[in-house]
T-cell receptor
Framework: NAGVMQNPRHLVRRRGQEARLRCSPM?????VYWYRQLPEEGLKFMVY????????ESGMPKERFSAEFPKEGPSILRIQQVVRGDSAAYFC??????????????FGPGTRLTVL | KNEVEQSPQNLTAQEGEFITINCSYS?????LHWLQQHPGGGIVSLFM???GKKKHGRLIATINIQEKHSSLHITASHPRDSAVYIC??????????FGTGTRLQVFP
């Protein structure tokens, strides 16, 4: 049973380019969370998605960032016109989202984005 | 003030020592999580707890809901325990709110 998959593991972009980060949740999980870890800083929540729905995007920057989790395929975190300050590790986590209680989240290996 | 505070920020120990990492939080939670992040960056969930105490191998996690405090204990520490230990809480939306982490180094 494969865990949470993220690709690419490392991504280098020049300022102004677009970055697309992919996350495939664990089998049977329908809830996906994206977190960002800036260099030498702690993890911060960005966005929480279920299939075809954004549940909470309170941690997403208002501009240039978007996320989706389509009916088929992985969740995508998209960063347009990247800037150096976007350089960070981006982690995806998934959970079963079962009603009635807190659900454990399982993390992917992360995508390390470097903006030149 | 952060919603989740951890102490200490850095911790060094000799192999075999008993280690305690503390976490305090100021928000209402549905659960508290302890995570481990290794130097390579991967994150592993160690515990999720809402009350009482959980044990897994040499690791023990406790939580006091009234005092909004949790501790992670490592017994008989080993160099392979060297990592960053992160306390996080989930509110009713299941999103995680993280502490800043405790960097642990265990020397042989």
């Amino acid at each position: 049973n494969a865990g949470v998959m993220q690709n690419p593991r490392h991504l280098v972009r020049r300022r102004g380019q677009e970055a697309r980060l992919r996350c495939s949740p664990m089998k049977g999980h329908s809830h996906v969370y994206w977190y960002r870890q800036l260099p030498e800083e702690g993890l911060k929540f960005m966005v929480y998605l279920q299939k075809e729905n954004i549940i909470d995007e309170s941690g997403m920057p208002k501009e240039r960032f978007s996320a989706e989790f389509p009916k088929e395929g992985p969740s995508i975190l998209r960063i347009q016109q990247v800037v150096r300050g976007d350089s960070a590790a981006y982690f995806c986590a998934s959970s079963s989202g079962l009603a009635g209680g807190p659900n454990e989240q399982f993390f992917g290996p992360g995508t390390r984005l470097t903006v030149l | 003030k952060n919603e989740v505070e951890q102490s200490p920020q850095n911790l060094t120990a000799q192999e075999g020592e008993f280690i305690t990492i503390n976490c305090s939080y100021s928000v209402g939670i549905s659960a508290l999580h302890w995570l481990q992040q290794h130097p390579g960056g991967g994150i592993v969930s160690l515990f999720m707890l809402s009350s009482g105490k959980k044990k897994h191998g040499r690791l023990i996690a406790t939580i006091n809901i009234q005092e909004k405090h949790s501790s992670l204990h490592i017994t008989a520490s080993h160099p392979r325990d060297s990592a960053v230990y992160i306390c996080a809480v989930t509110d009713n939306t299941d999103k995680l709110i993280f502490g800043t982490g405790t960097r642990l180094q265990v020397f042989p």
